[in-house]
């Protein structure tokens, strides 16, 4: 709700857009779950916008510059770091103020060194969580950009099965939460799998990375039919499989999923819609129940995942918002290399 109301407090920046030119190849750089987000943003947009819009890790950029930028054609640059302090993204963006491209960075910091080194700045600091792990920033961050989309393909309808989410949202919560939490705690699973196509592929590397991030769990993410191609070698009864599907896909993941169940891999499916067969073929299934078209309901999509690592984590004895060895943002020392000795917090 607070997205919905901010973003229209921030018409400058989307007459700023405008004026941008829309047509124009966009690159987003980042890192973690700023990378996968920024993924997930430039999968919707490529496609709402017509539009090439890819994504890199902020390292990519860094270790090859001109192939990244020749290959994705970008003239302007996202720069996603909810800290704003990540060194490898201003090290990014230092080495763009030598190209001939705009730069917008992305925060949730009031002020950043990010913002110096941008030619726009795009500050969402409700967005912000007091958790290490990204989790309201990531929701909040693409639902501002979704309807950043929606806005500059202007797409009214859109806009207001936008505006129809956190209400909806709050509700299947509340219907939700518990019974995500009891899977997770129920039974110890040696491998957790996230599975997606298209957009939602990105999901399940952000829920990949989310389960390991907050119960130190081993946890892999693949493009969802990908997983015969190898990985299926894992699926056991100590195998807990997420299924993200999308509507492209469904048809397709829905005959895995029912391949997996009989290998004796449990199943997590996250749909729109429930079905008897879809029921049959998953330990839990979490329905989304949403009249809202596919790019509206990413956001709602990756929650379960986020619900689960918490739970594992917690079952684990584990403080899920401080996992080990993680700081909030990876700070490095600018003459070694490595980890600043106290990294920002
Ligand atoms: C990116 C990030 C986080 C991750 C970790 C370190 O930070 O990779 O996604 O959880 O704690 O930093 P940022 O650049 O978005 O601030």
Redesign the pocket.
């Known amino acids: 709700m607070e997205t919905a109301r901010k973003f229209e407090q921030n018409s400058e920046l989307l007459r700023g857009m405008h004026s941008s030119s829309q047509n124009r190849p966009w690159l987003f750089v980042?890192?973690?779950?700023?990378y996968y987000l920024s993924q997930t943003i430039a999968a919707q947009w490529t496609k709402l916008l017509q539009v090439a819009c890819t994504a890199v890790p902020a390292s990519e950029l860094l270790f090859a510059p001109h192939e990244v930028i020749r290959r994705t054609g970008a003239q302007q640059v996202a720069l996603?770091?909810?800290?704003g302090?990540?060194t490898e993204?201003l090290r990014a963006a230092q080495l763009l103020k030598t190209e001939a491209v705009r730069t917008l960075g992305v925060t949730c910091n009031e002020s950043s060194v990010l913002e110096e080194l941008c030619t726009h700045t795009l500050k969402l600091p409700w967005a912000d969580e007091k958790s290490?792990?990204?989790t309201r920033s990531f929701t909040s961050i693409l639902l501002f950009f979704e309807r950043l989309g929606a806005k500059l393909a202007g797409d009214a309808e859109l806009v207001s099965a936008l505006d129809a989410l956190p209400e909806k949202t709050a509700t299947w919560l509340a219907a939700n939460a518990d019974k995500i939490r009891a899977l997770g705690t129920k039974r110890r699973f040696a491998d957790f799998v996230f599975l997606g196509q298209g957009a939602h592929y990105w999901l399940a590397q952000e829920a990949a990375l989310k389960m390991t991030?907050m119960s130190s769990s081993y946890a892999q993410a693949y493009h969802t039919l990908e997983f015969r191609h190898g990985p299926k070698a894992i699926a056991s009864d100590e195998t807990l499989i997420t299924f993200f599907l999308s509507e492209a896909a469904a048809d397709e993941e829905i005959l895995l999923a029912r391949e997996l169940r009989k290998l004796g891999a449990a199943t997590l499916v996250v749909a729109n819609r429930a079905t008897p067969e879809l029921r049959r073929n998953s330990e839990l299934l979490i329905e989304l129940g949403l009249n809202e078209p596919e790019y509206a309901r990413m956001a709602m999509t990756v929650i379960p995942a986020q619900l689960l690592g918490l739970a594992v984590g917690l079952s684990k004895g584990l403080n899920p918002d401080k996992p080990r060895n993680?700081?909030?943002?990876?700070v490095l020392d600018s003459k070694k290399g490595g980890p600043a000795k106290r990294r920002g917090a």
């Open positions: 980042a890192c973690g779950s700023s996603l770091s909810r800290s302090k990540t993204v290490m792990v990204m991030e993680l700081t909030r943002a990876v």
